[in-house]
């Protein structure tokens, strides 16, 4: 019965047939809406959107964090327009995003349908989820040592077994590659999990149903698990990709940018203008372009997954 | 589930209950509380002694010592400019001086000075200089330098058949790289114990680089290349203060171009190769037999001693001018504007810039402090520790050292010109390149 | 447990395996899928292995043997520095920073502000979350877009304006402090309750309504039970997530009061440009930090998963 509430799209509305029905109680629903959102509210006011409010109007000005900002219009954005730097911050995170997310999810699904056939082992889950536990910028590190070209295990190995070895962070070509997989490697069991949950929720006749078909494992997995797992996929996937626009902490550690901007993603350009470069103006500039990217995707995403539903019953 | 929530939330107010306790904890009585940053771990514990010492001279002053990293340094003074929350004193880079100068965010110095009749001959020469603003005014009192020497490892260069003596009388030019060079390639050992000047040298399987890249050295190239392109007689810029960059010099592009061939004849590692493990680990790990780098990590790479490694110094190397050449980059504390005690903080920086402090940091045998007996304390602390820095006075002795560049717009520089060492660097990009990103950093300042 | 229990406990385990449906049957897919995840848990936990590895190697000696596999010159030291139990002179003499570090008052600190945070957190944001999943209002998913917006507002741009708020508030070096901007609501937890809230049985609200029960009452005694399984997942993500996190409690908390665990550890970065980290010790400190959100991953773990089967899911 859950799932046929889950029929709303995953970001969505709830159906106008439940609507309907619960239209003599709207006034009263309202007011208690209100009272339920104070809280919230008032930290999203205070801490979200005053702060982007703020940011937006420091794009149209000079600010060099040392003295107050001056008023310079449209010239930040112009500015942008013509910076080679900015748009291969773009290209360059988009390639990031596509292989993280795609791995991820990919990576986690197979992931949590391996645990949700093949074993219910608590042992598997815990173990799954430490790399979750180790800070971001630590595992930064680690897996940097890792794949050192000379003191590096990774291609130590390679070495030996007669491979080239491979510059992992410091070829132009696979730095961005590494730094993706090094955050799906961190991420993997978290996302995974969340998955898992929602498989959880697939009811087991359903399986049942599938077994007697006879149908095979990949057979059950495209035509029952994915269908049914959609609504949480779709939740997973935003909040993915709206997270891996915004990496830093990896970059910073590591690459620094380079070599030669192979690797500077605009989340880490804007935090070199505005705290390296002291250009808080641009750099608020690049933020806001960013956020208009990242609604625009969510946008994208919801109209996309609007289009598949959930759909138990059949 | 509803006595699990008020459990919860009961559990939750003992840290609002802590919060308010720890509010509580105000100046102490009387009094004034200076705060001092400073980043080098290792210096800490000799500050905190000249923070004792000095509340000892002035009872109603305390200094409370903050040491943080790097990195979140620099974090912490920013924002703390920003929000008004900055130390009262705070140690200094010439990198950034510009930008704090210019922004009005460091106080002159130049009345205390007067009236308190402070000696600026009394420091070696130069490093006052270098924090005097655009304004002719002096922002602060030099507090101790660097100097860049090669790190090597002995047991290495004792293998390859090199004398110490041989290592301290180097010389160098960008067209055959001089025994400069030779040296560098006789220490490059590949996977089948063939060196780099012998035939049947595999570049390509490389197993102990005769010397290790740190990156590309960006617009300054402190560490990396500037004691080889001032030996040219190149001037990275048009003075102190300048307005114009001399990448496009012939001289400091045919540097770069030998510096690079060092990576294709196989005596030191790609830009590719190089990104990862910082280099004195590398050189611990006997991935390298020599590095170029500053007296500041001289502590850090001689304490990492071991079985296969012992750290030595030697100076850089003579180049075409006859002489020797490194940068001398001298720290200085300022103060900061917005602090509440200038009075205070200027008895501090004063006590900072006295021998008293200076012999305090001179015993702890980390650094150079700015005052010549302070420096010989200093290297006698070196000494008895081992270590022979005669490698990194030897510039300051004979006179060969040149300053750090300031200019306007240092960031931006560096923002420009790293990208294009590091494509240089990868053999992506000829030096010649170099001429394209002097134009842009030249336009900063039209 | 007695043997005969044991055995009775895991024939039970074994039989209501074999009747799981959802659980994969042919032998085939069993091998492989297993053979997947012990592939999957193998590069999980290599990692982490180089991580003990590292924590109880000398640091002057460990890259002197850089791909050795076992601890270079086994020590206690690091776990001491990290502990706070080694003198300076013992710290530098194996390579670390000397600085000193009150383990205990950080590890407090920690957990005062993640708690403190997850708590309200999770209180005002499933509160909001009810508001925009189960209650009816005109404007509900406008206004509930409106607030996913704010999952996009890029770092920067809330970092200074909160750090001058908190400041201005009097807050700063406080536990309060470096909770406050996330104490109330972020769109994460918003989005992700509301997604679950949409999955419960409606008629039971209806009923409930029916009979007279204030919005509240509903919320309180039958959505939050229902929902308990997802709630606390949602609160064990976030309160690792503030455990690790690193430059906001950096600017607003210094003192020995305020200062948390990832920020005290932070003495183990590289102290100096072109310095190099005290590895062993910062990978002691990543462990031993991990130790706490290990735990409780343990103790809510099982509560989560287990219940997700049996929640208000039907």
């Given at each position: ?6 029929k ?18 709207r ?5 208690a ?17 005053w ?6 109007y420091?794009?149209f ?27 291969n911050?773009?290209k ?24 949700q ?17 180790i ?16 003191l ?7 070495d ?9 962070f410091?070829n ?5 590659g590494?730094i ?11 996302t ?6 929602g ?6 006749d359903?399986?049942?149903?599938a077994e ?5 494992e990949?057979?059950?997995?495209r ?7 959609r ?5 997973v ?18 690459t620094?940018g ?6 500077r993603a605009?989340?880490y ?10 250009d808080?103006?641009?750099a ?14 969510a946008?994208?995403?919801n ?8 759909d138990?019953?059949? | 589930?509803?006595t ?9 107010a003992?840290p ?26 290792n210096?800490a ?5 000249c ?18 990293g ?11 400019f ?25 106080l ?6 007067k009236?308190d ?5 009394s420091?070696?020469?130069?490093l ?6 655009t304004d ?11 100097t860049?020497?090669?790190?090597y490892?002995e ?5 390859a ?5 041989q290592l ?15 040296a ?7 996977k ?15 197993a ?10 960006g617009?300054d ?8 392109a001032h ?8 003075g ?8 496009d010099?012939?001289k400091?592009?045919?540097t ?7 990576v294709?004849?196989?005596y ?9 493990i ?9 991935k390298?037999?020599m590095?170029?780098?500053?007296s ?6 001689f304490?990492?001693k071991s079985?296969?490694f012992?750290?030595?110094l ?5 180049g075409?001018?006859?002489k ?9 504390d ?5 602090t ?15 021998i008293d ?28 520790k ?13 006179a ?7 200019t ?8 420009l ?6 494509a ?5 990009k000829?030096?010649s ?9 030249n336009?900063l300042?039209? | 447990m ?9 024939a ?7 009747d799981d449906p ?5 032998k ?8 997947a995840?012990?592939?999957v848990i ?23 043997e ?29 390579g ?21 945070i ?12 009810y508001?925009?999943a ?34 201005d508030?009097g807050?700063?070096?406080?536990i309060?402090?470096?909770a ?12 992700f309750l ?10 039971i609200?209806e ?7 204030t ?39 210094q ?38 959100i290990?735990i ?8 989560i ?6 929640s208000?899911?039907?």
């Amino acid at each position: 019965m859950t799932i046929t509430a889950n029929k709303e799209t995953p970001l969505g509305e709830v159906p106008r047939t439940q609507q309907a029905r619960k239209r003599p109680h709207r006034d009263s629903q309202l007011k208690a809406a209100i009272l339920f959102l104070i809280p919230a509210s008032i930290g999203f006011v205070v801490f979200f959107a005053w702060p982007a409010f703020r940011g937006l109007y420091l794009s149209f000005t000079d600010y060099n964090l040392l003295r107050p900002p001056t008023f310079i219009g449209f010239d930040n954005y112009v500015a942008i327009s013509t910076d080679p730097v900015f748009w291969n911050s773009l290209k360059v995170t988009l390639e990031y995003v596509v292989m993280n997310v795609g791995v991820q999810t990919a990576a986690a699904l197979a992931l949590a349908v391996l645990m949700q056939r093949f074993t219910r082992s608590m042992v598997v889950r815990g173990v799954i989820m430490l790399p979750y536990l180790i800070a971001n910028v630590i595992v930064a590190l680690v897996w940097f040592w890792l794949c050192d070209y000379n003191l590096g295990i990774i291609n130590a190995a390679l070495d030996f077994f007669g491979i080239d070895k491979v510059g992992f962070f410091g070829n132009e070509n696979l730095a961005m590659g590494t730094i993706a997989m090094v955050n799906v490697w961190r991420h993997l069991g978290y996302t995974a999990l969340l998955l898992f949950a929602g498989l959880q929720a697939i009811p087991k006749d359903v399986y049942e149903a599938a077994e007697v078909d006879g149908a095979g494992e990949w057979r059950v997995f495209r035509s029952v698990t994915l269908p049914l797992l959609r609504p949480v996929l779709a939740f997973v996937l935003v909040v993915t990709v709206v997270g891996s626009f915004q990496i830093f902490d990896t970059i910073a550690v590591t690459t620094g940018g380079g070599p030669v901007d192979a690797t500077r993603a605009i989340n880490y350009y804007i935090y070199q203008r505005a705290f390296e470069r002291l250009d808080f103006g641009y750099a608020s500039a690049l933020a806001v372009i960013l956020m208009i990217i990242l609604a625009a995707i969510a946008l994208l995403q919801n109209k996309l997954l609007r289009a598949n539903e959930s759909d138990l019953e059949r | 589930m509803k006595t699990n929530r008020v459990a919860i939330l009961t559990l939750a107010a003992i840290p609002l209950v802590l919060t308010g306790c720890s509010a509580a904890s105000a100046d102490s009585a009387g009094g004034t509380t200076l705060t001092y940053g400073l980043w080098d771990a290792n210096q800490a514990p000799a500050y905190k002694q000249c923070a004792t010492d000095f509340h000892e001279k002035n009872p109603d002053i305390t200094v409370k010592v903050e040491q943080l990293g790097w990195d979140d340094y620099w974090n912490k003074i920013n924002t703390g400019f920003v929000a008004g929350t900055n130390y009262d004193v705070f140690t200094s880079h010439l990198a950034n001086f510009p930008e704090f100068m210019l922004n009005q965010q460091i106080l002159p110095l130049d009345d205390y000075i007067k009236a308190d009749g402070v000696d600026l001959g009394s420091y070696q020469d130069g490093l006052a200089d270098l924090w005097k603003g655009t304004d002719d005014k002096q922002y602060g009192l030099p507090k101790d330098f660097d100097t860049i020497a090669l790190f090597y490892n002995e047991q290495l260069t004792a293998a390859a058949g090199l004398t110490a003596d041989q290592l301290n009388t180097l010389d160098w030019n960008p067209d055959n790289g001089g025994t400069y060079e030779a040296a560098i390639a006789h220490l490059t050992v590949d996977k089948n114990g063939v060196r780099g000047d012998e035939a049947g040298f595999d570049k390509k399987n490389v197993a102990t680089y005769g010397i290790w890249m740190e990156n590309s050295g960006g617009a300054d190239g402190q560490t990396q290349w500037s004691f080889l392109a001032h030996t040219t007689g190149w001037e990275p810029t048009n003075g102190a203060w300048g307005d114009e960059y001399n990448f496009d010099d012939p001289k400091f592009q045919s540097t770069i171009d030998w510096w690079y061939s060092l990576v294709e004849k196989g005596y030191m590692p790609s830009f590719e190769a190089q990104t990862g493990i910082g280099w004195s680990d590398q050189l611990t790990a006997g991935k390298a037999a020599m590095a170029s780098n500053g007296s500041w990590m001289t502590g850090a790479v001689f304490g990492a001693k071991s079985d296969s490694f012992t750290p030595a110094l030697a100076p850089t190397p003579t180049g075409p001018s006859g002489k020797r050449a490194s940068m001398f980059n001298g720290l200085a504390d300022n103060i900061s504007a917005g602090t509440k005690h200038a009075d205070e903080a200027w008895k501090w920086v004063k006590y900072l810039g006295s021998i008293d402090c200076q012999s305090v940091v001179a015993d702890a045998a980390v650094v150079f402090p700015a005052i010549p007996a302070a420096t010989d304390a200093a290297v006698a602390a070196f000494e008895a520790k081992g270590i022979d820095v005669s490698a990194f006075t030897t510039q300051v002795d004979d006179a060969t050292t040149f300053l750090y560049a300031i200019t306007d717009h240092r960031s931006d520089v560096s923002a420009l010109v790293t990208p294009a060492m590091e494509a240089v660097m990868s053999g992506k990009k000829k030096a010649s390149s170099l001429s394209g990103v002097n134009e842009q950093v030249n336009a900063l300042f039209k | 447990m007695t043997i005969i229990a044991f055995k009775a406990s895991r024939a039970a385990s074994r039989a209501s395996r074999e009747d799981d449906p959802s659980l994969a049957k042919s032998k085939v897919a069993k091998f492989f899928g297993r053979l997947a995840l012990v592939i999957v848990i193998l590069i999980t936990l290599f990692p982490i292995y180089w991580m003990f590895r590292t924590a109880f190697s000398n640091n002057r000696a460990m890259f002197g043997e850089p791909l050795s596999l076992l601890p270079v010159d086994f020590t206690f030291g690091p776990l001491q520095r990290v502990l706070g139990l080694a003198t300076p002179e013992e710290a530098l003499a194996e390579g670390g920073s000397g600085a000193s570090i009150n383990f205990a008052q950080y590890m407090l600190n920690s957990i005062a502000a993640c708690t403190l945070i997850t708590v309200f957190q999770v209180t005002f944001s499933s509160m909001a979350a009810y508001a925009f999943a189960l209650l009816n209002w005109k404007g509900r998913d406008k206004v509930f877009a409106i607030f996913l917006i704010a999952l996009m507002v890029p770092g920067i741009f809330t970092l200074l304006p909160n750090f001058v708020l908190v400041k201005d508030l009097g807050l700063l070096n406080t536990i309060l402090g470096i909770a406050l901007p996330t104490m109330l609501m972020t769109p994460f937890a918003i989005f992700f309750l509301r997604q679950f809230f949409l999955g419960i049985n409606r008629s039971i609200i209806e009923a409930a309504v029916i009979d007279g029960a204030t919005q509240w009452r509903i919320f309180r005694t039958i959505v939050v039970p229902l929902a308990w399984p997802q709630i606390i997942t949602l609160a064990l993500l976030q309160f690792i997530q503030y455990w690790n996190d690193y430059l906001w409690p950096f600017l607003v908390g210094q003192t020995e009061d305020s200062k948390l665990l990832t920020v005290g550890l932070g003495i183990f970065k590289s102290q100096t440009p072109q310095g190099n980290p005290d590895w062993a010790g910062l990978m002691a400190g990543a462990l031993i930090a991990a130790v706490p959100i290990f735990i409780l991953m343990l103790v809510f773990g099982r509560k989560i998963v287990g219940s997700i089967q049996s929640s208000g899911v039907k």
